[in-house]
């Protein structure tokens, strides 16, 4: 099947890169763009611990796992100051969410897509492993609802990644008697979730149109000017050989449908060559840069609510919550990090987690980040860029960081409140709305120009197999599903090792 090329479809593209400049202009004046990761450091693969487990994703070779930044927490076995800990992990190792028409694997994913595989199950079982040797002293061996809380968003494969996460955290002992067992591996553990459009703490993207636009926007702004999509005989011969058509969206699910078959040692057809799967590849593992506006949008909410947990527990010690784990996406992670200024914009691996502890020390509370990226190892320490301490004090955690929380005012003015009623906006923005749909309808203008031009030379004898680029709604799982994923621990044909090492080598050695 052949998809014609349509000039006058990059509208489509050029509509969410205006939505997008149009945001930042409203909300913020001119954006700035948070700094990237600094003091880089490279992991000793040759450490003890190395390998204990398959790795947590693996974005190993890609980079994500051998570049962090700060320092190895060598305390990590246990954590004696700490009197609180928020986990946000990512769920473990999946199958593929998307297929194209002419994919020979469709039916070779037995669970369905994007199911926590058998890899995925363990490496969420290896966190909780993790956590309980860390907070041994914290919490105790039997779960107690007052000590710990456990919320997953409401996809299949984070829920049961959380059940796995429990399953480590709490060992089977002896406080099932009379269920020996039955209970003889496992402790049931309740995980709180909520329907995935009302989700505004941990997927907001599901909840809100304008985010999930402006998640969208982020994406077209960033690939408008990446090589690969300009390419048009690699668009060409994509198009023709996958029976569908090449757009933003849809490449970025073609290189995570790519990734997975590699990582679960999949064959792929011949028109998938070694030099294609290398480029889709590295276009999978790129990450948009996202600036303080947009990240706000995208966890603002959860950003106030982990702050909103420290300082209730510096308020009243005596309180029994001592840990909040959340299940969920890499675009629940890497924007939180970004928005703490730690982020390192490649793909956050499976069953990551971001780490924030409280501790109180001297009658004092700090705030400690923490990044495990890598099973078997100590997670890296994150220095927040605003603060530039290990251990940062908890009141000027919250006073930096406070221009980044989403009031419940911004957040009514871009999206319905929950009784239904329509988009409220403020009025100020309209002045700015009425440019950008001048500037759309120009755009269009254009874009018509030059399809009549397109369609000219086309009956000048142009006979090559055309491609639609064309940014057009796909079937987004989640995490910007285009959960640009990474998938098992295996490497298949040594394509993902070698991609690996040649990526690494054109990288910047200071720059994550």
Known sequence: MRFPYKPFEHQS???????????????????????????VREVNESEPGHNKLPLIGSLKKYGTVKKSQGSEDHEWKSAESVVLTQVIFRHGDRSATHTYPTDPHVSDWVDGLGQLSKTGMMQAYELGQYLRQRYRNLISE??????????????????????????????????????????????????QTVPSA??????????????????????????????????????????????????VNSLHDLADTLFCQLEH??????????????KLLKYGLHRPHTGPTDVKYLSGTLLDTVIE?????????????????YSAHDSTVAPLMSILGVDNFLQV??????????????????????????????????????????????????GMHRTFILSDDE????????????????????????????????VSVFSCYKAYSYKLQMRQGSNQDQYGLVHSATDSDDEDEHEHDNGNMRRPNGIVKEYHDNYENDENEDSV
């Open 13 to 39: 593209l050029q509509t969410v890169i205006i939505f997008s400049i149009v945001n930042n202009l409203i909300f913020s004046g001119q954006s700035k763009s948070l700094p990237p990761i600094k003091n």
């Open 142 to 191: 039997k779960f107690r609802k007052d000590e710990v809380y456990v919320r997953s968003t409401n996809y299949e494969r984070t829920l049961m990644s959380a059940e796995c996460v429990c399953a480590g955290l709490f060992p089977v002992n002896a406080s099932y008697p009379d269920l020996s067992e039955v209970l003889n591996h496992w402790q049931p553990v309740p995980i």
């Open 198 to 247: 009302e989700d505004k703490l941990l997927h907001p993207a599901d909840t809100c149109d304008y985010v999930h636009l402006l998640k969208d926007g982020i994406l077209a702004m960033d690939v408008s000017s990446d090589h690969i999509i300009n390419d048009k005989n690699l668009m060409y011969k994509l198009s023709h050989s996958t029976g569908m058509e090449i757009n």
């Open 265 to 278: 040692n999949m064959s792929q057809p011949d028109w998938m060559t070694k030099d294609i799967q290398e």
């Open 309 to 325: 947990n420290m300082k209730s527990k510096a308020g009243n010690i005596s309180d029994f919550r001592k840990m909040y784990l």
């Open 349 to 398: 691996p499976y069953s990551a987690a971001f780490i924030i502890e409280l501790h109180l020390i001297h009658s004092q509370y700090f705030v400690k980040l923490l990044y495990r990226n890598f099973t078997g190892h100590p997670p890296h320490t994150l220095i927040a860029e605003r603060c530039e301490l290990k251990l940062c004090p908890l009141k000027v955690f919250d």
């Open 411 to 442: 957040w009514n003015a871009v999206c319905p409140d929950s009784s239904g009623n329509s988009l409220q906006i403020d009025e100020r923005i309209f002045p700015v709305l009425l440019g950008a749909i001048v500037a759309l309808i120009g």
